[in-house]
């Protein structure tokens, strides 16, 4: 490492460890490299305030990085011909048949442009299962489809629905065969056992369920839906990341064809209000969450909990953030602000020759 990247991994630690000495986290860990592996990688604080140093095997709640991860299992079913993007809720799902729903489109879904609304606490008045699904039945499209970019967790609940109805096989189960065993990703999973709840970095002294939560999904809808869901659930190490990061760079093998990757990770809606692609977020050149200095064809994803990966495959880079914000609550403390600094340390991580 080049005394200009020494200098710069200094700098991006220093920042995380004023965050969490500021109160924004327990603890964080990091990831910034390319397709050759980490060129700055670290950790630093503790699993729970009070708790347990990270060490690196540390497992986190990725919130909604596990839309994207959802993508890619949707995208190769869609490679495989089990799933067309043009295929509509109704088609795969009978008890959407009826409604507002059921015309829009799995591409619609997947950039989020098919007016379901997003966000909503549908488990303050649905505590099962199957009553929550039928009230995302009842729920008010915001636009027209194709119209406009509204961020939905609802729209990706309905995705893992129609993947587990298309191959009759659960969401664990897929990511599991699609995404985890081709990267060899020892520890993506949903709803960890008892060893690696162990491990886990604590999120929220949630008010709904009376203690502090580790080791099960943040998101309450997830939790209610039973844990396996489209929008949120999913846990990984940072080493997990970064193998999911150097498959994206390297152009998708062995997740998805080259072809089936540029597919997914092209904007979709750059006359709309945000930039989309098919479970990805790009990079918009206002209000970016990863700062100013990613390429206009990056993309990524960032989570509730506190956590994001981010791809830039014109520079030949990532980067990976994770930490547990919303412990010991969901309170802004300034991490938003953090995270871009964080990002703009570097344009170019790579050690200069």
Not at 109 to 121: A, F
Request: net charge negative; proline share 7%.
């Amino acid at each position: 490492m080049t005394s200009t990247a020494t200098d710069e991994a200094a700098t991006r630690r220093a920042l995380l460890e004023q965050g969490r000495a500021a109160g924004q986290f327990s603890g964080a860990a990091w990831s910034f490299g390319d397709a050759d592996g980490p060129r700055d990688r670290g950790w630093t604080g503790t699993r729970a305030h009070g708790g347990a140093p990270l060490d690196g095997t540390d497992l986190w709640d990725l919130a909604s990085v596990t839309k994207p991860i959802v993508g890619l299992v949707v995208l190769a079913l869609v490679e495989r011909g089990v799933l067309g993007l043009d295929d509509t809720v109704g088609r795969h799902l009978a008890r959407y048949r009826d409604s507002p729903h059921a015309d829009r489109t799995l591409a619609q879904l997947l950039d989020h442009t098919s007016g379901l609304p997003g966000g909503v606490p549908l488990y303050r008045d649905h505590p099962t299962r199957e009553s929550l699904l039928d009230a995302i039945g009842t729920l008010p499209r915001n636009s027209a489809p194709g119209t406009h970019v509204a961020y939905s967790s609802q729209g990706f609940i309905l995705l893992g629905l129609v993947a587990e109805q298309a191959t009759g096989q659960g969401l664990d189960q897929l990511t599991a065969e699609l995404v985890s065993a081709p990267l060899g990703l020892a520890d993506l999973c949903f709803r960890p056992g008892p060893a690696a709840r162990k491990r886990a970095v604590a999120t929220e002294d949630c008010p709904w369920r009376g203690h502090t939560v580790v080791g099960q999904v943040h998101d309450e809808n997830a939790v209610v839906l039973g844990e396996v869901a489209g929008h949120a659930g999913l846990f990984a190490t940072l080493a997990d990341l970064e193998r999911l990061a150097a498959a994206l760079l390297a152009g998708g093998p062995p997740l998805l064809k080259p072809d089936t990757l540029a597919l997914m990770t092209a904007p979709r809606t750059d006359r709309l209000n945000l930039r989309r692609a098919l479970a990805w977020q790009g990079w918009d050149p206002v209000g970016s969450p990863v700062g100013d200095t990613f390429g206009s064809a990056s993309y990524g994803h960032t989570g509730f909990t506190g956590t994001s990966l981010w791809v830039d495959p014109e520079a030949g880079r990532y980067a990976i953030l994770l930490t547990n914000r919303v412990h010991p609550d969901r309170e802004e403390r300034g991490f938003a602000a953090l995270r871009r600094a964080v990002h703009d340390i570097s344009a170019d991580p790579r050690p200069v020759p």
